[in-house]
């Protein structure tokens, strides 16, 4: 009864509703056959090619606030920071399709070997026996390289020879004009020199490795920044140049490595990114319609979040750096989210990333990402994550490698890591940064 009372108000509504968009509404985009006005006091603003979005006032520029600036490396320190949340204590029953349920997940050998090396400079005995526990919590292989193809091949025959069920886990990072919205991270491709070609062939080689082992689980991060960048960041031109290829590239791994087999998750930035009101209607719109570009495969089973960032996965006390935004962490991020995707047919799932969340309240601004003093590992991957719809809690980032330098005269310099958050000095992004990994280990949260 209340739901056709509902359902009958709801029509009533319908000749308004299709005449102009509420706030927040969508407004335009590819594709879109509603209402292409807005209430009084808002207007129609383009946020990517298929969204534009109603928003409050005259028209403003697609991104939201500070938070909407890159996001895949950050931390936080402060001895004074509160504790971080850990892991909800709820038991969750893992969703059917879960990869991460009832599966050994593959220790990377290549962080295992930077944490042995690690270790050994560690001279404080009590300290380098916590630092050795890290070399037994999986995390993420990157292939943020072709050079880092091959050490795939070993890996994945390491993986097999165990037996029964093991989960490998690798992040998808060689976009042409990577990194669009930073410097740190400027990859090894350029669109203008056979960059999409050069990916098609990156992502075939990584195909054709995986399919030689067919009862290795693999588990992918798709991209991290790119999507997310072309949410918010299409003022800026790097980014509105990348966004053609990027589209074309993610759009290729996706099926690709669909065809074999692999579990996708594309990255998304995190709650003080695309979580603002303002951001999520059309990130989830963009998210489901590269889901939906790409066949809409099962294999493509939701999002990634908070991947090289420092939020809690929960919270009780908001870190002041939220301003105020309703979606404060992770879980009310994804909370937020996920009905969006489904309404457009994207039944997403999530992965959250968590090694580095062990801290909180130790950045000046959300958007703040490069090498956070004060940060601490966060809670272990685990598949009791509180919520039915994160698959589970990871680490995508190997905490210790380099964020971003900040040496000034370096081509892949971003003024982010020689911010007064940014622990300094710091090397090139992915190489390792011993003193940030022992401020990691000493402020791990839970302790090592
Ligand atoms: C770097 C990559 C590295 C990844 C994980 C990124 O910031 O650009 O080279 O593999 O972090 O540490």
Redesign the pocket.
Known sequence: MFKLAALASLLALVPYVSAQSQLYGQCGGMGWTGPTTCVSGSSCVVSNPYYSQCLPGAAAPPSSSSSSSVS??SSSSSASGTATSSAPGTTTTPTAGNPFANCNVYLSPYYANEINAAVAQISDATTAAKAAKVASIPTFI?L??VSKIPSLDTYMADAESMGGCQLVQI?I?DLPNR?CHAK??N?EFTIANNGVANYENYIDQIVAIIKKYPTVKVVAVIE?DSLANLVTNLSDPNCANAQTAYLTCVNYALKQLSSVNVISYMDAGHAGWLGWASNLGPAAQLFAQVYKNAGSPPQVRGLATDV?NYNALTTNSPDPITQGDACYDEMLYIQALAPLLQQQGFPASFIVDQSRSGVQNIRTAWGDWCNVKGAGFGPRPSTNTGSSLIDSIVWV??GG????TSNSSSARYDSSCSQSDALQPAPE???WFQTYFVDLVTNANPPL
Do not use: I
């Not at 490698?401 to 971003?404: F, V």
């Open positions: 895949h490396s990157w943020d390289s992040v990072y990194d740190a991270s990859g991290p090289s980032k190997p490698e380099c964020d971003g992004a992915g190489t």
